[in-house]
């Protein structure tokens, strides 16, 4: 009987036994985390690059059926309201409201024909996978938990946003998309960190000197899919801190091409070349 009740003494583990196997599996976890988030940003990052192919797609569709002009890209709810002309002529209307800034009427916009499968199907198409809702940056922002949308156009491809047309007809188009030259190389939809409209103006063509400087007004490229850490370093610090150069560098986002391929790229590969988005327009 004694003999019997050592073996079973000695078949549990002891404290030490535990605390080592304990230290072990935290060790492998931090190894292990690192990789894991590296490959869960890759996929989303990846899914993302997809969806502005999408969003590319149907601009390049609604161009052909539009004499090769581009849906106009909306500067906020006063451009897109909910009216005729918004709904045939810009990508997306604005929600009604005039603070509803960051928000889209996902079923009014020239583009809702040609991303079918419902609201949720075009919200899924224009928000980022990798989006986790952080605040927008300017102007009249909603709440987190509001906002619908992940990626923006290039601003020039709407070159004068307040011109309107003779005889009541409206704004007119976006510029065509076969006009624009080097169209390799040159941005048409951006990543941004939580955009509040569909206009992306990284610089004004007005400034004659043009300086690179991500806070140009409230428009500011994500690094998301380099993780999080770089999306909070824009929001808790200002330009010129350690974290915001890192953001700058180390970040990444995607951003679609007018010849409809897809880069990630950091926000200073973008800030720091204005060839990606100063357009050359063909006339």
Known sequence: MGHRSARLRRAGF???????????????????????????????????????RQ???????????????????SVGPADASTDADAEKKCAFAHAPGTQLWGILDL??????????????????????????????????????????????????TTPDPGRRLPGGRGRPLGIRLASVKASANKIFIFEEQAPNDLWCLLYDLADTNIQPHPMRGDDILTARHAGQRYVNATRNTSPGTPDWRRYGIVGRGNHGFFDGHVENLSPNQVYMRPKYFMLNVAE
């Open 14 to 52: 002891t404290l030490v036994e535990l605390l080592v196997v304990i230290g072990i599996i935290a060790l492998l976890i931090s190894i292990l985390m690192p990789a894991l988030t590296r490959a869960r940003n890759q996929a989303l990052s990846v899914k993302c690059a997809n969806q502005i």
């Open 55 to 73: 969003i590319y797609m149907a601009c390049q569709m609604f161009a052909a059926d539009n004499k090769g002009h581009l849906p106009r890209a």
């Open 107 to 156: 079923n009014k916009g020239a583009l809702v024909p040609y991303i079918p499968g419902g609201e949720q199907a075009r919200k899924d198409t224009i928000y980022c996978p990798g989006d986790l809702g952080e605040r927008t940056q300017g102007g009249g922002a909603p709440t987190s938990e509001q906002r619908n949308f992940s990626y923006s156009f290039n601003a020039h």
